[in-house]
């Protein structure tokens, strides 16, 4: 399946409109009601997706002063699909100048024999801000997970902020080893990035013990911008620290 879903939003001097909202294939695209201010855009699956063999997109614009938050309607599940080659999902994400976007899916489950390779692309104005929060739950109940390749990479002013790929499930090497994710099976991070941030934020452990899950939460080099990483045991001690994490950053 080849598909790509496409959302604008803008500022017509008083609120956040959505001029776009194009569902195509899986994702269909609905518009929520709001609760505290900006538009809220629901990402619903239509079909089971993404399986093997699927080139699915997601492109949204956000333009001057616009704020928006993206959800789903349910956790996105990579499955085994009829083709014998990797699923991939790309989203493109740019936000311009002054404008708000709240990205907050449900979590992604890789489950045994899916292959996916996922990449998030965001481009930031230098006065625009970003929540950005990502959940992946490797297999379901006593499951091995299937492979999962992830990326995100983040620009502000055209400067790289952030670059990061990892990768879960065989075949890559250590990724459920000691220096990996150990026993922890949910994994995820939580990007804020805000022209207001304080600049004396300082590296933050959070959690009651280290060796069991645990976030930590430091500030990126270059821009103001907190990066929370947590490993847990269930995807909802997952939430819990990144929701704590969210806290000590300053935000709500």
Known sequence: MLATARIRAAHNGRTTTLPLL?????????RLRSRHGPARVGVIGAMSAPLGGDRLAL???LGARAELEV????????LRGPSAGPATYDVRVTVGEH?????????????RGSTLHQSHRVDLAPTSRL??????????TAEPPGHLSTR???RRDGRPLLDQHTA????????????????HRAVGQLLVVDPLLSPEHEPLLVGDDPAADCAVLAPLADGPALLATAVAGTPARLRALL????????RT
């Open 168 to 183: 879960y499930g065989d075949p890559a090497p250590a990724w459920d080893g000691p220096a990996g994710l150990g026993p």
């Open 71 to 78: 959800t789903t309607g349910a956790a996105t599940i990579a």
């Open 152 to 154: 995100l990479t983040v």
């Open 59 to 61: 492109d949204v614009v």
């Open 22 to 30: 194009h569902s195509d294939g899986p994702f269909h695209l609905r």
């Open 243 to 250: 929701d704590l994490c969210l806290a000590r950053a300053g």
């Open 131 to 140: 929540l950005w929060r990502e959940e992946q739950l490797l297999g379901r």
């Open 99 to 111: 404008a708000s976007l709240h990205w907050l899916p449900h979590p992604l489950i890789s489950t």
